[in-house]
């Protein structure tokens, strides 16, 4: 018998691994930022008729779902983030019927559609601030207002407390008109609800009422652990927030992380309404039938409570909570043990009946691609696709599309823009927005006119979708394989055996018992390593490579002796025992 090290191998059991028959199990997802994805009527701005254009090439890639960045109406200070009327689509985005005839073929071509709900705040645009800010009775305590207080040595007004916005400065903006504060924890013109409001609480749930009603699959739910705020009942001020003291790592009192955030996230209101909203979507599906409906939820919040996030036991929250502890944890810098121990971490803290999720892109950070090396584009999708769980990507990521460096005069974002020429580009969220690359043609192919709102990337011409399906080996490629494979019982069911074997290796096998057993390797490091595979997993002498990157030695279907693997340098591969 092989000596088998079986002590340092981390076997991870099957419960929580995607053993059920929802359409969303093991589920592969894709997040379009509309804006940027394809411009169908030539205003340089992407569209819902391009993202309905696009739906069979998602299908054709193999992906279960896709979440739409906010498509609702917005004067667009954050890109649609902040929502003018939840009930209307963007006009540069389409009409009522362009979202109808989307979610038509969307049905046809098998794709489920989920948007995104920002409940946090609206935009100062919207017809319920105005009313709010003219004390309109019904919509008078629908945004949070405060007299601020007196400074005892100046005398002159000032803001109720210290609270500083996630986009820089005081999160209190004075209204002439009202002649109060108002809070907003981003943006100044995204004035945040009053959840403390039933009436607010009702109108959000109505809100997700309409998008079911006109048959989305689910909700990726926006700024989640700022919804809540202190209740004021409890004081006679709005307390301020306590110091961080950090003079290294925050030494500006006009950051976000000069103060630390007790009264303004993570109450404990805020996972009750998030079981509220599941309640909802679930009851929805009872009552009017079809698939069940699925929630994902931003909060990058700590780990503990990110896991409640899915649940308290009793009551059910997120189907997908997006583990942001992989995504804030890993870097370029990790090694093969901080991948193995954040991912452990995940699968064993997890509550039963429910997946594992894996997203290391969005729209909100840099890509994946030029944070972890163009080099390792294969090697992170061959990780994300095949984890036990979900897996979500963010557009772009499957053909390694990388930062696109925007100069301050073009910047947009508004972080960004609330910084000045030195420090904007650390806080820019503009270089991973920028069109996507669909083919060589004048820029990009996505759109026909003669600009785009985001410059486009400079390497398009080498560089996109088009090229890659085209050619016998590129990331798309692979990455398709990879969501083939991924529909394997041993990937959809199988139990998870993982270990670092150094600081660059990690190796793990999926199989469920009587399936295929699949190896995966991958070397995060800069030089090649010779591994005897058969130490750790019962492979034979031979076995197939299905797929590696592009910079392995190895082909897709060659047959390799598993005793003297050689991972190359940032290369993963995923092989399968021959029998
Ligand atoms: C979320 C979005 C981000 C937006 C913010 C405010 O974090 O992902 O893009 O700026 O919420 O809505
Ligand atoms: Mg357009
Ligand atoms: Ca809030």
């Known amino acids: 018998?092989?000596?088998?090290?079986?002590?340092?191998?981390?076997?991870?059991?099957?419960?929580?691994?995607?053993?059920?028959?929802?359409?969303?199990?093991?589920?592969?997802?894709?997040?379009?930022?509309?804006?940027?994805?394809?411009?169908?009527?030539?205003?340089?701005?992407?569209?819902?008729?391009?993202?309905?254009?696009?739906?069979?090439?998602?299908?054709?890639?193999?992906?279960?779902?896709?979440?739409?960045?906010?498509?609702?109406?917005?004067?667009?200070?954050?890109?649609?983030?902040?929502?003018?009327?939840?009930?209307?689509?963007?006009?540069?985005?389409?009409?009522?019927?362009?979202f109808e005839r989307l979610i038509a073929k969307a049905k046809e071509v098998g794709i489920k559609i989920i948007l995104d709900f920002v409940p946090n705040h609206t935009s100062d645009q919207s017809e319920w601030f105005t009313k709010s800010v003219d004390s309109d009775p019904d919509y008078k305590d629908f945004y949070i207002w405060h007299d601020g207080k007196i400074n005892e040595e100046t005398g002159e007004r000032e803001p109720p407390s210290n609270w500083i916005s996630e986009f820089r400065y005081s999160a209190w903006q004075w209204n002439d008109v009202r002649e109060q504060y108002y809070l907003h924890q981003f943006e100044y013109r995204q004035p945040d609800l009053n959840y403390r409001n039933p009436a607010v609480v009702n109108e959000m749930k109505n809100v997700i009422?309409?998008?079911?009603?006109?048959?989305?699959?689910?909700?990726?739910?926006?700024?989640?652990?700022?919804?809540?705020?202190?209740?004021?009942d409890r004081y006679n001020q709005y307390p301020d927030e306590p110091l961080t003291n950090d003079t290294e790592a925050c030494p500006d009192p006009d950051d976000h992380c000069y103060t630390q955030h007790i009264y303004t996230q993570d109450q404990p209101e805020?996972?009750?309404?998030?079981?509220?909203?599941?309640?909802?979507?679930?009851?929805?599906?009872?009552?009017?039938?079809?698939?069940?409906?699925?929630?994902?939820?931003?909060?990058?919040?700590?780990?503990?409570?990110?896991?409640?996030?899915?649940?308290?036991?009793?009551?059910?929250?997120?189907?997908?909570?997006?583990?942001?502890?992989?995504?804030?944890?890993?870097?370029?810098?990790?090694?093969?043990?901080?991948?193995?121990?954040?991912?452990?971490?995940?699968?064993?803290?997890?509550?039963?009946?429910?997946?594992?999720?894996?997203?290391?892109?969005?729209?909100?950070?840099?890509?994946?691609?030029?944070?972890?090396?163009?080099?390792?584009?294969?090697?992170i999708n061959i990780l994300l696709q095949t984890l036990p769980g979900h897996a979500v990507t963010y557009n772009g990521e499957e053909l390694g599309m990388t930062d696109v460096w925007i100069s301050w005069e073009d910047t947009v974002d508004p972080p960004a823009c609330n910084t000045d020429p030195d420090s904007y580009y650390d806080r820019s969220r503009d270089p991973a927005r920028t069109p996507y690359q669909w083919d060589a043609s004048s820029l990009t192919g996505?759109?026909?006119?003669?600009?785009?709102?985001?410059?486009?990337?400079?390497?398009?011409?080498?560089?996109?979708a088009l090229q890659q399906l085209r050619a016998p080996r590129s990331h798309l490629q692979i990455f398709k394989k990879l969501v083939?494979?991924?529909?394997?019982?041993?990937?959809?069911?199988?139990?998870?055996?993982?270990?670092?074997?150094?600081?660059?290796?990690?190796?793990?096998?999926?199989?469920?018992?009587?399936?295929?057993?699949?190896?995966?390797?991958?070397?995060?490091?800069?030089?090649?390593?010779?591994?005897?595979?058969?130490?750790?997993?019962?492979?034979?002498?031979?076995?197939?490579?299905?797929?590696?990157?592009?910079?392995?030695?190895?082909?897709?279907?060659?047959?390799?002796?598993?005793?003297?693997?050689?991972?190359?340098a940032y290369v993963g591969t995923v092989l399968v025992a021959v029998n």
């Open 209 to 232: 009422r309409f998008w079911l009603a006109k048959g989305v699959s689910g909700f990726r739910i926006d700024a989640i652990p700022y919804l809540f705020e202190v209740d004021l």
């Open 446 to 464: 996505f759109t026909s006119a003669d600009h785009t709102w985001l410059p486009v990337a400079e390497d398009y011409k080498t560089n996109n």
């Open 1 to 98: 018998m092989r000596p088998h090290t079986v002590v340092a191998l981390v076997v991870i059991s099957l419960i929580g691994l995607g053993q059920g028959s929802e359409w969303y199990d093991s589920g592969n997802y894709y997040q379009i930022y509309p804006r940027s994805f394809r411009d169908s009527d030539g205003d340089g701005i992407g569209d819902l008729n391009g993202v309905t254009e696009k739906l069979q090439y998602l299908k054709d890639i193999g992906f279960t779902a896709t979440w739409l960045s906010p498509i609702f109406k917005s004067p667009m200070v954050d890109f649609g983030y902040d929502i003018a009327d939840f009930y209307t689509i963007h006009p540069e985005y389409g009409t009522m019927e362009d």
């Open 484 to 568: 083939r494979l991924r529909k394997e019982t041993s990937f959809r069911q199988g139990a998870l055996s993982i270990q670092a074997l150094d600081d660059d290796v990690i190796i793990y096998s999926r199989q469920k018992e009587g399936s295929d057993l699949y190896v995966v390797v991958l070397n995060l490091g800069d030089s090649s390593k010779t591994i005897d595979l058969t130490k750790y997993y019962s492979l034979g002498s031979e076995a197939e490579i299905i797929t590696t990157s592009l910079n392995s030695q190895y082909i897709d279907g060659e047959i390799i002796n598993p005793s003297s693997f050689i991972a190359n």
């Open 270 to 379: 805020t996972l009750d309404m998030v079981y509220q909203w599941r309640t909802l979507v679930d009851e929805f599906q009872e009552e009017y039938g079809g698939d069940k409906r699925l929630l994902m939820t931003e909060a990058y919040t700590s780990f503990d409570n990110m896991i409640k996030y899915y649940g308290d036991g009793v009551r059910n929250g997120s189907h997908i909570p997006f583990n942001f502890d992989f995504l804030s944890n890993i870097n370029n810098a990790s090694k093969a043990g901080d991948y193995v121990e954040h991912i452990e971490k995940w699968i064993n803290s997890m509550p039963e009946g429910v997946y594992a999720n894996w997203v290391l892109g969005n729209h909100d950070n840099k890509r994946v691609a030029s944070r972890f090396g163009v080099q390792r584009t294969d090697l």
